[in-house]
């Protein structure tokens, strides 16, 4: 079944949970839709697991539409949403859709998701009115990372928890057909998911929003700067990658690799000539 934002809404309306999955590359994305996952972010966390920046704030929108073009190549029903990254949007409403329009032409992204609440309801409506879904994204938005001066927790006092909700509401009413809530405590984010028609999506937002979502990096142990406390480790690739790539230096220096089942045979009879 191909995933739509008419899917997304029904998900949320039949009370049954979304799963998605960050994908950079093609194989990767491959899998996902073979393991029947509902939709793919081609995050700007791009910028950190695959780039190696400290933040998201340097990725570009060609960056943007270089990994978004290797997932949607290897993709038939799961919804591929791609960011918008930092000061891609910011400037103006007509930025916004220029930018979003390029995701969708250059990187055939289906949908766009951007961060921030009130402040940015003029650019959701705008890109949303030129016919792209847009996913919000509340909480720790790591674009203004230097703005809440690190990544933490979002909406621990009573009037942030009440910003944090009429952002989100200002979010919905924009037009978005869903909402990220990243770090935000678990009754908070299931209140902001009670109060919106629209699904949330939760990354370290607790059991009660209507779907989850991790970066694939994190959740199989291949990205290991550091662990935030809401991310599972489904396993320790990382470690498998590390064990075998060093059985293969050492295969390569102790010639056991190649051996003959890898290897092209040459035709006695034409080396005959050429030796000759
Ligand atoms: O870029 C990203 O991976 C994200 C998710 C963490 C929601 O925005
Ligand atoms: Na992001």
Do not use: W
Not at 37 to 44: E, P, Q, R
Not at 158 to 187: H, M, N, R, T
């Amino acid at each position: 079944m191909k995933n739509t934002v008419q899917t997304f809404q029904k998900f949320k309306d039949d009370k049954k949970k979304i799963s998605m999955l960050t994908a950079y590359d093609y194989s990767t994305a491959a899998l996902i839709e073979k393991a029947g996952i509902n939709a793919i972010l081609v995050g700007d966390s791009l910028g950190m697991v695959v780039l190696g920046h400290k933040d998201t704030l340097s990725v570009t929108v060609e960056d943007m539409i270089y990994h978004s073009r290797a997932v949607t190549a290897a993709v038939e029903n799961t919804m591929v949403v791609v960011d918008l990254p930092f000061m891609s949007y910011q400037v103006s409403a007509a930025q916004a859709v220029k930018n979003a329009g390029r995701l969708v032409k250059e990187g055939h992204a289906q949908t766009v998701k951007l961060e921030g609440g009130r402040q940015v309801a003029d650019r959701i409506e705008a890109i949303t009115a030129a016919g792209i879904p847009v996913m919000g994204h509340l909480g720790l938005t790591p674009q203004s990372v230097n703005a809440f001066g690190g990544f933490k927790v979002q909406g621990k006092t009573l009037s942030a928890a009440e910003k944090l909700i009429d952002d989100a509401l200002a979010v919905q009413k924009a037009g978005a057909f869903a909402l990220v809530l990243e770090c935000v405590p678990d009754q908070l984010a299931a209140l902001i998911t009670e109060k919106l028609s629209i699904p949330t999506i939760g990354i370290g937002a607790g059991a009660a929003t209507d779907g989850q979502i991790l970066v694939y990096q994190d959740m199989l142990g291949i990205f290991s700067d550091f662990k935030a406390k809401f991310v599972k480790r489904y396993d320790e690739i990382g470690q498998r990658m590390l064990a075998d790539f060093k059985k293969y230096d050492s295969e390569v220096k102790e010639q056991i690799f190649p051996s003959q089942e890898h290897t092209f045979k040459s035709d006695p009879a034409v080396m005959d000539q050429l030796i000759k």
